[in-house]
């Protein structure tokens, strides 16, 4: 793809990045196939392709409108435009560039949501008591919106043993107040398999959240704040495991975030040093066995794990291992229409997106679905006709 940056911008490294990007397209169009949004639109504008062509022209002329900010808003950043492009575009990282630049002109209301969205999810604190409140009034919400107020749940205190096997597990931000029982179940895993997972206090936000939003300056400041609460532990542990894969795929990519900073090296090791759960699982060679009785499995891999970590196969190998039948899902690479704040920002698109993944998920007839990601989890599970359970419950 040609380009015509100005000067200004190419001065910068940014600018730059944006340059190779848009120039490595070829305009093939495979995107579009995979897309989940052009799939269910039929816009070539809601489209990775049609996308690629708006940024280029905002950077190009330094003029935006709402209607690129509304095509822009509508894409789930889930990435299997990545998987699927010949050329390797970096779409995502182009993505980011863009939300970072343009002028936020949405309307006062939609502003105010994001607002609130970024104080308080990747707060606990503040999460905690808001989503206590909102479960209170559950019943007096309409049905829409009483979907999106996460459950809240208190994990079981742990007494475990220590070891000279150590890990750190990632506690996230929404999964810490409305799963908080997967990372208990994973340590009472681990304690029984001679591992010991630390628990690091100062550890916050990966910092997501607000990347996905278009605020660097935050998302900057939640992963400077969390390569410093975890560098002193890296010599001491095996890894940082993240059973959210939605925090994995971005603390993964802490080094590239970072560079240029007086955190880089720090990020750089603690970004090399994160695993995703399943991985560092198959990786140790540990074996499981069924948790449930029910048996058929309908798996959902989050598009954070399958197109932003690139992890196929692993989890379905787990849970074969352990004696689980796994049934057949159509289109297991579309999106499940969660997406982080997606649905709540875009909750008809959103709710378009789950219907049709349950109907996928459920064709098999499965006693249950199992995901890797706390949003995915519940998005799924407001509408499902079984239970939506992490993949880490199935084992034991």
């Known amino acids: 793809m040609q380009t015509q940056l100005p000067e200004s911008l190419l001065a910068t490294d940014r600018g730059q990045?944006?340059?190779?990007?848009l120039r490595s397209c070829v305009h093939c169009g495979f995107c579009n196939a995979t897309c989940p949004t052009y799939q269910?639109?039929?816009?070539?504008?809601?489209?990775?392709?049609?996308?690629?062509?708006?940024?280029?022209?905002?950077?190009?002329?330094g003029e935006a409108t709402l209607r690129i900010n509304t095509h822009l808003d509508r894409c789930l950043t889930c990435r299997s435009c990545e998987t699927t492009c010949p050329s390797g575009v970096a779409y995502g990282e182009l993505l980011e560039i863009a939300r970072e630049s343009l002028p936020d002109d949405r309307v006062w209301w939609r502003r105010l949501l994001i607002w609130g969205l970024k104080a308080v999810v990747p707060r606990r604190q503040l999460l905690r008591p808001v989503a206590a409140l909102g479960n209170l009034m559950k019943p007096l919400l309409p049905g829409s919106l009483a979907q999106k107020v996460p459950p809240m749940r208190v994990a079981d205190p742990l007494r475990l043993g220590t070891h000279p096997r150590k890990v750190i597990v990632l506690q996230g931000c929404v999964q810490s107040v409305s799963t908080p029982e997967v990372n208990t179940h994973l340590a009472r895993l681990l304690d029984a398999?001679?591992?010991?997972?630390l628990d690091v206090r100062a550890e916050t936000c990966c910092g997501s959240l607000a990347l996905h939003l278009g605020d660097e300056p935050a998302a900057i400041g939640a992963m400077v704040?969390?390569?410093?609460?975890?560098?002193?532990?890296?010599?001491?542990?095996?890894?940082v495991i993240s059973t959210a894969s939605g925090c994995g795929v971005t603390v993964q990519d802490y080094g590239r975030h970072l560079a240029g900073t007086a955190e880089a090296a720090e990020a750089e090791s603690v970004a090399k040093k994160t695993l995703d759960v399943a991985t560092f699982l198959a990786q140790s060679g540990l074996r499981f066995n069924r948790s449930r009785e029910e048996k058929r499995i309908a798996w959902h891999?989050?598009?954070?794990?399958?197109h932003g970590q690139r992890s196929r196969g692993v989890v379905e190998g787990l849970l074969r291992a352990a004696g689980y039948e796994l049934t057949p899902v159509a289109d297991p690479h579309l999106c499940c229409g969660s997406a982080g704040t997606y649905s709540i920002l875009q909750p008809d698109t959103a709710q378009a997106l789950r219907d049709r993944k349950l109907d996928s998920l459920e064709g098999g007839n499965p006693e249950l679905i199992a995901t890797a990601n706390i949003g995915c989890q519940l998005h799924l599970a407001s509408a499902a006709?079984?239970?939506?359970?992490?993949?880490?419950?199935?084992?034991?």
């Open 193 to 197: 398999r001679g591992i010991e997972v």
């Open 40 to 61: 269910l639109f039929g816009d070539e504008l809601d489209g990775p392709r049609g996308r690629i062509y708006q940024i280029k022209s905002f950077l190009e002329t």
């Open 301 to 306: 891999t989050p598009c954070t794990l399958q």
């Open 17 to 21: 990045r944006a340059q190779t990007i």
């Open 225 to 239: 704040g969390n390569v410093r609460a975890l560098a002193g532990y890296l010599d001491s542990v095996e890894a």
């Open 385 to 396: 006709g079984v239970p939506v359970v992490h993949w880490l419950q199935l084992l034991k």
